[in-house]
């Protein structure tokens, strides 16, 4: 009794460990909402998932050095809602194609919280937050 006891709560033990990389994180505690940064890339990939969803950007700098940079978002449900309301939809990121985005910089690594962003087709994107009182806000109606 006592080895399976110790053998069903290792297992347990060795399949949270995957799954914690995947949970729900504070953004004040992983970007810095006091500072604004905005990067310019090529779109390489899109994940519309829930708790955040994500946009894989492919940055090239002045020297022609390639860096992969993250661009994290609210989660796919709130996004669909809202961003209707707000005129746009996940189809609008399109893979392959070069996007401006801004927001606030992550503590931790190359990536971004997004606020705002400007497609190759040049439409504006601005998304509305209950964080964020200087972002647009959404009429209740």
Do not use: C
């Amino acid at each position: 009794m006592k080895k399976t006891l110790i053998l069903f709560a290792t297992s347990l033990f060795l399949v949270a460990i995957p799954l914690a990389g995947n949970t729900h994180h504070s953004v004040p505690v992983n970007f810095d909402m006091k500072s604004d940064i905005e990067v310019h890339g090529v779109i390489m990939k899109t994940k519309w998932v829930n708790p955040h969803s994500q946009i894989t950007l492919e940055i090239t700098d002045d020297a022609g050095e390639k860096t992969v940079f993250l661009v994290e978002m609210n989660a796919r449900n709130t996004i669909q809602r809202l961003g209707r309301k707000l005129g746009w939809s996940t189809d609008d990121f399109v893979v392959g194609e070069e996007i401006t985005v801004g927001g606030w910089p992550s503590r931790h690594n190359d990536s971004v919280y997004f606020r705002r962003a400007t497609l190759a087709s040049g439409k504006e994107i601005i998304w509305e937050s209950r964080i964020d009182p200087n972002l647009q806000t959404l009429d209740t109606e």
